[in-house]
């Protein structure tokens, strides 16, 4: 019994035995651990200068819109080289968080500084999140993508949970101007482990033109079914799933457990996403990761089915729990599928297109918003958690050849 806990607990981790990957994984949960910190401590600045949630708003949106500079992150990343560019991209971003400690040190508040700091910030972050994922098979086998996928979501997962708790206590010990020179240190300290981490097996960087790169990525992608099917299925996640979790405040003050309430079912879900990807990280080495990401993606309609049913506040926090695993598995499957599809000259490109696919989230959150407003947010969370399950059956049904992969 105790040498099988032990190969269980192998295979979790084996992604981690891996010196190369070892490293990188420990410079991500430094990048993960200034995100998290810097997504609370950017709200409680803004609104602690502003007292306005009209400004908050629009801070937040402004920070957003780099989310669209995923595509040509991914070209950007393919010609210049994945390490070259997360490490120029984390200094970048280590020093933009520095300049505002400083500023906040100094006493220099001003919200249209702030804002202008968090737009450029958040441009080297977004820019640089196809090289992240794409970075991943330059340094593990490929037979080692789904564990090491699994482990960069573990990372990720855990200072979901934590950063933001994080940055809440170290407010108020230390002030927002600490938290930011911690935001920056941690950044800096990212290119330390990444610097010794090993890329495997040198790739050609692509030496065409910009306007032959988007070519050759169109006709790949038109080409790989798998390619196209993932991307309607990622997709559907951000417009049928994630879009649902704006509606947490409705059945928070619907269950009367008010915003402590609030935070524990939204931790719920941090939780349950860190267990899936722990769950992936153990499955990794099965072949069928197709029919996991299907069988995922339908028991996550079920938890938004059966949390949009509940009227008892724990067992909405256990189904809230149920979908942050289910989608902690269909994200990491997901994301090996991806990689395992895509060539090693436009790992980058490729994974634009994965990260194109949540550039839907503000499409599905007024899509959802305007069907609770005409019935109820129970309502809206049930159908959408029904048509998300019928949409994976029915990609299952229709295209057998996707269900039947072995990658």
Known sequence: MGNNNNRGRIKIISGLQNKNFRSYWFATILYFAAMHMQVTAYGLLIYSITKSAFLLGLATAISAIPDLMSLPGGFVADRMGKKKMLQIAQIITGVNALILAVLLWIGIVEYLYIVILSFTYSVALRFVLPARLAFIPEIVKKDEFMNAYSLFYVAMNIMRIL??????????????????????????????????????????????????????????????????????????????????NILNPVFAEDLGVGAIGLGLLNSATGVGALIGSIVSASISHYKRKSMFLLISGILRGLGLFLFANSTTFYLSMIFMGIGGVTEGIHTTARSALFQLCATDEMRGRVMSLYFITSEFRPVGTLLIGAVAQNSSARFAVGTFGLVWMIFCTTIGIVYPKFRRLRL
């Not at 033109?209 to 006709?219: Q, R």
């Open 163 to 244: 950063g933001p708790i994080l940055a809440g206590i170290l407010t108020y010990s230390i002030g927002i101007a600490g938290v930011y020179f911690l935001i920056g240190t941690c950044h800096l300290l990212f290119v330390i482990p990444l610097h010794t981490t090993k890329i495997i097996e040198t790739k050609s960087n692509t030496k065409s033109s910009m306007k032959a790169d988007l070519f050759a990525l169109l006709t790949f992608s038109r080409r790989n079914t798998t390619i196209l099917t993932l991307m309607v299925l990622g997709s559907g996640l951000t417009l049928l799933a994630q879009s649902t």
